[in-house]
């Protein structure tokens, strides 16, 4: 081979080799990567992190400042099935028990009359008062552990409200009737009769919390 010739392919080589670096390069530039290319896989996960990280103080936030208000939220569990809600007390292992408080009802709507009061094996209290037959208030307490309830949720509107600070949870049948639930520490209260909006608040602001 003549040098000449060996001066030829050097060059052809050489340029070969500088396309395909420029190539490289070029390839390596933003607007020219391939979109999994494009991605900041770092900035990504970054932002993932942070994503979870809003979200758990955002709970923690809305726990905290029911909290710090003194707001008794329900700590039940329920089951929305076809034709009722099942609602189950979270219980508690036998020594952290505590023994059933009940509460006495400040205020009655005019006209309602008490025709029963009964206490269960002392873990529920029951009330009964009736204006006449269509009229009617009902006011159970019942003990979280263990416990479950079936409430009828078909052709009813559910909903929550605080009322002053204990977190209601509302089953509104219209003009047929309503039934209120709400709990004061351990202490679970249903409340069904056909009343107004605001006399369900009065016996509900007015029960005697101890």
């Not at 009940?102 to 008490?114: R, T, V």
């Not at 979280?144 to 949870?169: L, M, P, S």
Request: hydrophobic share 35%; proline share 2%.
């Amino acid at each position: 081979m003549n040098r000449y010739r060996a001066r030829k392919i050097l060059k052809k080589y050489g340029k070969a080799a500088y396309r395909s670096r420029v190539e490289y390069v070029n390839s390596m530039l933003p607007e020219n990567a391939s979109v999994i290319g494009r991605i900041s896989w770092r900035r990504m996960m970054k932002r993932c992190v942070m994503t979870a990280l809003i979200m758990i103080l955002t709970l923690a936030l809305l726990l905290a400042t029911a909290s710090a208000f003194g707001i008794h939220i329900l700590n039940l569990s329920f089951s929305e099935k076809e034709d009722h809600t099942e609602i189950v007390g979270n219980s508690k292992p036998e020594k952290e028990r505590q023994e059933a408080v009940f509460y006495e009802p400040g205020y009655i709507p005019e006209g309602y009359e008490l025709v029963s009061k009964e206490n269960f094996s002392d873990i529920e209290l029951e009330y009964i008062y009736k204006k006449n037959e269509d009229k009617y208030l009902y006011i159970h307490q019942f003990q979280a552990d263990d416990q479950i309830v079936n409430i009828n949720n078909e052709g009813c509107e559910i909903k929550k409200e605080i009322i002053q600070d204990i977190e209601v949870r509302i089953y509104d049948y219209g003009s047929r009737k309503k039934i209120y639930l709400l709990q004061y520490h351990q202490t679970f209260i249903l409340i069904e009769g056909s009343l107004p909006t605001e006399e369900f608040e009065k016996i509900i602001c007015n029960i005697e919390f101890v």
